[in-house]
């Protein structure tokens, strides 16, 4: 470790640094930030770019008594490194590990939890409101990215901050980077402020106008912040956050820490909110993440030397299959199939599709909401949408899925990827949710492929499909099966029995229908035979088949990687009930009512027998009575 890093184990430690030692500081996290994400993996881009913002903010704040609210925590790390954290820095997203995130039970620096983007400048206000209320002194310094200020909630929180007029500071860090090149009318206003030569001129020079008159007591008087305001106006430098009710304050250069103290300073003297625009570079200091942002927002483990990865990708990943056959259907159907995005055009293999046809993809920013119901106008209109989102993040479109898709049975098809567990993000991204909050959804089809030649018969069966549709599907590789050359329409509501009859059920659905068939062969040699069934259809389910199959049999296990609350197995057990069929237990095996941590996904599915050991360990207990089911009627009621 380097020399001025090992002096530093807490922000105290900054505060005697001069501003070269900083600097030196800063090259010296950045270093160790390449030296680590290239072993663990992680967000590289994204921290790389913030080294300095955040070093500014440690030395300028006196956290956490004043409080540092990041956007989504992606970006924490150099956070973490000055905050106690940096000899455990090698173990950031594995199990028992640090988490790429913030985390409370981490360390008291860290104030919020989030995951989903976009929440950084509501946190902070209802921060400053508590602090308020409390006569607390305490500075907030909500940080927020020009990707996460496209979605709807950053501006609901921006109208509220300006209304309210909270003594409170929004740093926007602009990098022109979503995880894709970012988009949309703000990010163009922001270009536009940003590389303006004359706009940057002028505002320099009113800039140093305006800093030779004197303030007035503490602050700047009411007279001569109404004629700053005016020039500022005038110049229209930030006007819309001025009209928000902001001073703004701007553009700086991020990567200059003594520019970002002072205005630190400046800020804190102006009463009511301010917004500190700042530009940095995504990936800064390291070429290959400046010249390719995207491809290093997030990492796997790689080569410093020449950026390529360590790890073997053998297998096509779910997303690069969803990207290719949106592409294939866009090339059967024509130009109505379009493609929709919520800033994870690479991440839902959705930039394969805009490649070949940009003129039918749509990147609508961080916006799954506003993504959603405009999928809902394009069917209306007659188009095919394909809407491509995290399972996690769809979470905020639930409402857009009712109201404006279910309801209105609208031929929307909703793919949601890392369905399930997804391993080192942990908590916040883990997609363990919409198998219970898309089957409670009427008019909905809700489907899940068990593997990557049957998500791409999945993706052509909804486009086929004349009302709404969700497709659910893991993170990452598949298992490599081949693909049909032909993409067949399967049957609605149609699951397929893979094996013989037997002694015991196991009905699987999804990424659970192969590690369900490798536990069949387990109970096999210890004299148990089961039968799987994929059930392909999480609603509407295969009734008729499984009323046949749950009056044959007299034990049932499900298995889902979802939460049991009301997932696949709650939808079993109501059929059951609802058919009245007497005698059959279910054992459910799926994720508890709780947030799953982080971890490989490996480690993860073997900590809720989601795997082939845990699904023959729990079908073998419980087909020798070691295990009470839940036995919707007792045998002889
Ligand atoms: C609701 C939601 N949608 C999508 C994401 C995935 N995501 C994580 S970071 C990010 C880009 C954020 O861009 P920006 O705020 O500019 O931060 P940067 O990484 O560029 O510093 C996205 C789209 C998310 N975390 N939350």
Not at 594 to 617: C, K, P, Q, W
Request: net charge negative; proline share 3%.
């Amino acid at each position: 470790m380097s020399k001025l890093l090992e002096q530093v184990s807490n922000p105290e430690d900054l505060k005697n640094f001069s501003y070269e030692e900083l600097n030196t500081l800063s090259s010296e996290i950045r270093n160790f930030l390449l030296e680590t994400i290239s072993e663990t993996g992680g967000h590289l881009a994204s921290n790389l770019g913030v080294v300095e913002l955040t070093v500014a903010l440690h030395y300028h704040l006196n956290s956490p008594i004043d409080k540092i609210v990041w956007d989504v925590g992606h970006q924490s790390y150099t956070h973490k490194i000055l905050t106690g954290r940096k000899e455990q820095m090698s173990t950031i997203r594995q199990k028992d590990g640090l988490s790429g995130y913030l985390k409370k039970s981490e360390s008291d620096h860290d104030i919020i939890e989030a995951g989903h983007t976009s929440t950084s400048i509501s946190s902070g206000l209802g921060l400053a409101l508590a602090r308020d209320k409390k006569e607390r002194k305490e500075r907030i310094y909500s940080v927020i990215g020009d990707g996460a200020l496209t979605a709807g909630m950053a501006f609901e929180a921006l109208n509220n901050v300006g209304h309210l007029q909270e003594d409170m500071n929004v740093v926007l860090n602009d990098n022109d980077m979503s995880i894709s090149p970012n988009v949309g009318a703000i990010s163009n206003y922001l270009s536009k402020v940003r590389t303006d030569p004359v706009l940057t001129k002028l505002k320099d020079d009113i800039e140093f106008i305006l800093e030779k008159i004197p303030k007035i007591g503490g602050g700047v008087s009411k007279s001569v912040d109404r004629v700053k305001k005016g020039l500022k106006y005038a110049f229209i430098i930030g006007i819309l956050f001025e009209e928000f009710g902001f001073t703004y304050l701007g553009p700086i250069d991020g990567h200059n820490i003594e520019d970002l103290v002072h205005n630190f300073k400046k800020a804190d003297e102006i009463d009511g909110p301010v917004l500190i625009h700042i530009n940095t570079t995504k990936g800064k200091g390291y070429n290959l993440a400046e010249e390719k942002p995207s491809e290093y927002h997030g990492v796997s483990p790689f080569d410093i030397s020449n950026g390529e990865s360590k790890s073997c990708r053998t297998y096509r990943t779910y997303s690069q299959v969803f990207g290719h056959t949106a592409v294939e259907i866009r090339k059967r159907l024509g130009n109505e199939v379009v493609g929709i995005t919520a800033a994870m055009a690479s991440g839902t293999g959705l930039d394969i599709f805009e490649k070949e046809y940009p003129d039918e993809f749509y990147d609508v920013g961080i916006a799954e909401q506003h993504a959603v119901t405009l999928s809902a106008g394009m069917a209306r209109g007659g188009l095919k949408p394909l809407v491509s989102i995290y399972s996690t993040f769809m979470q905020r479109a639930f409402d857009q899925v009712i109201e404006d898709v279910a309801l209105q049975k609208l031929p929307v098809s909703l793919f949601l990827d890392r369905a399930g567990l997804v391993g080192d993000d942990g908590e916040t991204h883990h997609g363990a949710f919409d198998l219970t909050y898309m089957r409670m959804v009427p008019n909905m089809v809700a489907m899940a492929p068990r593997d990557e030649n049957i998500l791409q018969h999945m993706i052509w069966t909804s486009v086929q499909h004349p009302g709404p549709t969700s497709v659910r599907y893991p993170r990452g590789e598949g298992y490599g099966v081949c693909l049909d050359d032909d993409l067949k329409e399967l049957e609605i509501g149609k699951a397929e029995s893979l094996t013989d009859s037997g002694d015991i059920l196991l009905v699987a659905v999804g990424s659970m229908v192969n590690p369900s068939l490798r536990a069949a062969e387990n109970l096999k040699k210890m004299g148990i035979e089961a039968e799987v069934i994929d059930a392909r259809f999480i609603k509407p389910l295969d009734e008729k088949l499984f009323k046949e199959k749950f009056i044959e049999y007299d034990k049932v296990v499900t298995v889902e990687e979802n939460v049991l609350n009301g997932g696949f197995g709650s939808g079993i057990l109501e059929f059951i009930e609802k058919e009245n069929i007497k005698g059959t237990a279910v054992k459910r095996i799926g994720l508890p009512d709780e947030f799953v941590t982080h971890g490989t996904m490996d480690e993860l599915r073997a900590m809720y027998n989601l795997n082939s050991d845990g699904i023959t360990r729990v079908t073998a207990d419980f087909f020798k009575g070691n295990l009470e089911g839940d036995l919707w009627h007792p045998k002889n009621a």
